[in-house]
């Protein structure tokens, strides 16, 4: 079954360094996201990426943040200058067509600031 | 603000039980509506999605949504003690699509 994949699983990284999540879409989907949850609360919505562009972003998503699609498979989160509040698991989700569509989440990026 | 609702719990049922889990949302205008399954440390793994009002079934699973109440519902019938997990309703709005998602109820089911 196609899935999502997410690398890496687990990173630490110092306060004010710069992190990079990457993650492999399911092939045929053309709608791909980033969403996060901070341990023991919701699962909250970062930014959605359609057609090599951002479609829509939430508060979260500042200028600290940017999305790329670097190739035709890979999509990844930067994260500029990370703050200890940037702890949180990232999920990188998918779905082939936009509103209503079903969206697949990858198994997630533990982001441990430190 | 779009707000999705949901009790905490835990839930606790016995093995072999039905299990009711339920979801308010505040966004009038969502279309579609999408019950996840997340076992701790792990991702939200979809278990089913309902956009009509009704019932759908699927497996021991069935999805009730009443529109006008602004109502989800999740059944889970004979709960085994793998369904234990925090269980995950969100919503698709009717602009944009991004999913809003409710905090999760803690299902325990005991043997």
């Known amino acids: 079954e196609p899935e999502v994949t997410q690398t890496p699983s687990h990173q630490v990284t110092q306060m004010g360094q710069e992190v990079i999540l990457r993650c492999v879409p399911i092939s045929n989907h053309l709608y791909f996201y980033w969403y996060r949850q901070i341990l023991g609360q919701k699962v909250e919505f970062l930014v959605s990426?359609?057609?090599?562009?951002?479609?829509?972003k939430s508060e979260i998503f500042d200028d600290q943040f940017s999305v790329e699609r670097p190739d035709g498979s890979n999509f990844t989160l930067k994260i500029r200058s990370t703050k200890l509040e940037d702890s949180a698991m990232y999920f990188c989700?998918?779905?082939?067509?936009?509103?209503?569509?079903?969206?697949?989440f990858g198994e997630g990026s533990w982001l441990t600031v430190v | 603000q779009k707000e999705v609702e949901q009790n905490s719990g835990p839930l606790s049922v016995p093995e072999g039980a039905i299990a009711s889990l339920n979801c308010t949302y505040s966004d009038r205008g969502s279309q579609s509506f999408f019950w996840y399954r997340q076992y701790s440390g792990k991702s939200p793994e979809l278990i089913m999605f309902?956009?009509?009002?009704g019932d759908k079934e699927d497996g021991r699973f069935t999805a009730q949504l009443n529109k006008a109440s602004q109502y989800v519902s999740l059944l889970i019938r004979d709960s085994q003690p793998s369904d234990s997990a925090t269980y995950l309703c969100a919503c698709h709005g009717n602009a944009g699509n991004m999913l809003t998602f409710g905090g999760g109820t803690r299902l325990m089911v005991k043997p």
């Open positions: 990426f359609y057609n090599n562009e951002i479609s829509e």
């Open positions: 989700a998918s779905s082939e067509f936009a509103r209503g569509n079903t969206i697949y």
């Open positions: 309902i956009y009509s009002n």
